[in-house]
């Protein structure tokens, strides 16, 4: 290891710790090794967790690293955002940014509101919901519509099929080992996989050859085809394919798992009072808010925060290569080493967070937490494209539900999580009954 960070011999015990507790498996790491700790591996891989740490990854010269995990370009493309680094990631990121703020994306408010109101119609008193799937098919409703812009119900039914065969069909362990990816003469998952990527790769070609024939629209796909660079360059059909595949990735399940975790958190004996305080401002607006002023909300807002913070998506997203020396924690890590901030680690410190296992959105109204002490949507110059459609959806979707329906646990056992391709999701889905739907 050299002058890296002290860490566990083994990625072994670790990893099946986290197969089987995806939020609380950094904790005995954590408590033997500090905030900063070394993965071995080839090349080893450097996690911080201190905000000091944090703060040297997030705000070194974006040129001082390149994606660790190019080989996940077989399930993303090889050309997604994600994957890209020098002027390839800016340019990229220069392109595909203007859908994601201001206005525009406010104006998918009131399709975000519809959407969430059209699947909640069909709860029926007493029934019992599994609100992973319900989140997860209106998330995709929401993908369709306002990134592809397919609103014919048998387009949208079509495209989802194959955008679920996708995202579904990927298991952990074939993200996390690729010497599992072989064809085997077509028998196989991961031959199962390739097909459903060749299906689906033809039905996203077919897309934007259309959206290049019809002209502009308002959705994002439309948007991209739009997208000029300084010198009047276009991206071109494979580029916009892959991006459009990262969209899905990134923000298909990542948000339904993140409302998912709110209605279950809420929903606990012990978070009753936050339960009634959301209750309580939902209601201020009166019978028919305006998207916008739903997602103006502060107690609303605190509750998708804490929910973020105590529920995190992934212990350690996007890991990056040293193309240069870097210091972090105190180390001076070599070129060629793998570094990565740890939001597990990073959101359950007891001197930022006291109390950090409690769920208390009045953190995040009575302190202005830092980049670096709160990072779900990770930081520096690759912080989530999406982040503030992620969050906004998060808000209406949510309120939305709150809104409308009463809605209980229909178990109160503790839900730990469960990893999902590279997720950490609730084990049993949350299931809910519906005990009253609310004018």
């Not at 994601?100 to 007493?126: D, K, S």
């Not at 949208?156 to 010497?179: C, H, R, V």
């Not at 028919?288 to 002023?293: I, L, R, T």
């Not at 410190?349 to 208390?360: G, I, K, M, T, W």
């Amino acid at each position: 290891m050299g002058n890296l960070p002290p860490g566990p011999r083994t990625s072994i015990t670790s990893l099946v710790r986290y197969m089987r507790d995806p939020i609380g498996c950094m904790k005995p790491i954590t408590q033997k090794y500090g905030g900063t700790f070394t993965f071995p591996g080839d090349p080893p891989l450097v996690m911080t967790g201190d905000p000091a740490g944090i703060k040297a990854v997030y705000t070194a010269d974006p040129d001082t690293f390149e994606p660790l995990n190019q080989d996940l370009g077989v399930f993303v493309g090889p050309r997604s955002l994600i994957l890209a680094s020098g002027t390839n990631h800016r340019r990229a990121r220069k392109l595909m940014m203007p859908p994601f703020h201001g206005a525009r994306m406010r104006a998918y408010g009131e399709q975000m509101v519809r959407l969430t109101e059209e699947r909640a119609a069909g709860f029926q008193i007493g029934q019992t919901v599994t609100m992973s799937d319900v989140l997860q098919e209106l998330s995709l409703d929401v993908i369709l519509q306002v990134v592809f812009g397919v609103t014919e119900r048998a387009g949208m039914q079509a495209l989802a099929k194959l955008l679920l065969e996708i995202t579904n069909g990927i298991s952990p362990l074939l993200a996390l080992f690729p010497a599992l990816r072989r064809e085997f003469g077509g028998i196989g998952p991961y031959a199962r996989f390739i097909e459903r990527r060749r299906r689906l790769h033809a039905a996203l070609d077919e897309l934007i050859a259309k959206g290049r024939a019809t002209g502009p629209r308002e959705d994002i796909l439309s948007l991209l085809l739009a997208a000029r660079t300084e010198d009047g360059q276009p991206m071109d059909d494979d580029e916009i394919r892959d991006q459009l595949i990262l969209l899905v990735f990134a923000g298909h399940e990542t948000t339904a798992i993140a409302i998912a975790w709110a209605l279950y958190a809420l929903h606990r004996p012990e978070n009753a009072a936050v339960l009634g305080r959301l209750r309580d401002e939902l209601s201020s607006l009166g019978p028919a808010p305006e998207p916008e002023n739903l997602g103006k909300l502060p107690y609303l807002e605190a509750v998708c925060n804490e929910t973020l913070r105590r529920y995190p998506l992934a212990p350690a997203p996007a890991p990056r290569k040293l193309l240069r020396p870097l210091d972090v924690g105190g180390y001076n890590l070599p070129a060629g080493t793998g570094v990565v901030a740890a939001i597990s680690v990073a959101h359950f410190r007891e001197d930022v967070y006291p109390d950090p296992q409690r769920f208390s959105p009045e953190r995040f109204l009575d302190r202005q937490y830092s980049p670096f002490e709160f990072l779900p949507y990770g930081g520096g110059a690759r912080r989530c494209l999406g982040a503030a459609m992620a969050g906004y959806e998060m808000k209406l979707v949510l309120g939305t539900l709150l809104r409308r329906h009463k809605l209980r646990l229909a178990s109160l056992k503790p839900d730990n999580g469960a990893v999902r391709a590279a997720n950490a999701g609730p084990r049993h889905g949350v299931r809910m009954i519906v005990e009253e739907r609310l004018s």
